[in-house]
C-alpha cells in the first residue's frame, strides 16, 4: 500500500513526541544544516468541520479506493476515468478529488470544469476555487459539498460527528 506524503505526515504528527523525533544528522556527515518542512495538506475550504472531514476522507479513500471512487462516479455523476486519473495523479489528494466532484455536481458544472479551475490556482484553496466559479451560490455550494459528505459516510457506514448546522440540516440524527 502506498501513502501519500502528507498522509504519512498527518500519521507521524499523531505519533508520541518521543516516537517521531529523530536525532539530528552527525556533524561532519554531509547532511543538510536546515531541514527543510514538507508541505501539509490543507483543503482551505472555509470551513474547519469540512476541513476536518476531508482530512479523514483522505484515510478512508487510501484504504477503501474502491469504494471511494465508486462514490464519485454514482453519487456525484463523475466519470470513473478522470476519478480515477485524479486519484492517481499525486499532486491530488482524494479529498480533492472528492471536493471537486462534489463541489461540480453543487455548481451545475462537470467535475471535469471544476479540476481544471483547480489546477489553475490552488493556492487559495476551495473556498477561493469556489468563489472564483460562482460569486453568488459559492456558500451555498459548499454548504452542500457538506451536507453531501455526510450522505457519502452514511453509505459508507463510516462514523461523523456533525457540526451545529448539519445537526439543523439532519435532526433526525444523533451527534
Not at 131 to 147: F, G, I, Y
Request: aromatic residues 8%.
Amino acid at each position: 500500500m502506498f501513502l501519500r506524503p502528507s498522509l504519512l505526515l498527518s500519521l507521524l504528527i499523531a505519533l508520541p513526541l518521543s516516537v517521531a523525533a529523530q536525532a539530528p544528522p552527525a556533524e561532519g556527515t554531509g547532511a543538510v544544516d536546515e531541514a527543510v518542512e514538507p508541505e501539509v495538506w490543507a483543503p482551505r475550504s472555509g470551513d474547519a468541520w469540512l476541513d476536518t472531514w476531508l482530512t479523514d476522507l483522505n484515510l478512508y479513500a487510501e484504504r477503501y479506493g474502491d469504494a471511494f471512487v465508486d462514490e464519485l462516479v454514482r453519487y456525484r455523476g463523475a466519470p470513473r476515468a478522470l476519478v480515477e486519473q485524479l486519484v492517481a495523479d499525486p499532486a491530488w489528494e482524494p479529498a480533492d478529488v472528492y471536493v471537486a466532484c462534489a463541489l461540480a455536481q453543487a455548481l451545475g458544472r462537470t467535475c471535469r470544469e471544476v479540476a481544471a479551475a483547480w489546477r489553475r490556482d490552488p493556492a487559495g484553496g476551495w473556498e477561493s476555487v469556489a468563489e472564483n466559479l460562482d460569486d453568488e451560490r459559492h456558500r451555498e455550494a459548499m454548504d452542500r459539498v457538506k451536507r453531501g459528505l455526510v450522505d457519502s459516510y452514511d453509505r459508507w457506514a463510516r462514523p461523523i460527528r456533525l457540526d451545529a448546522a448539519l445537526r439543523r440540516a439532519f435532526p433526525d440524527r444523533g451527534g
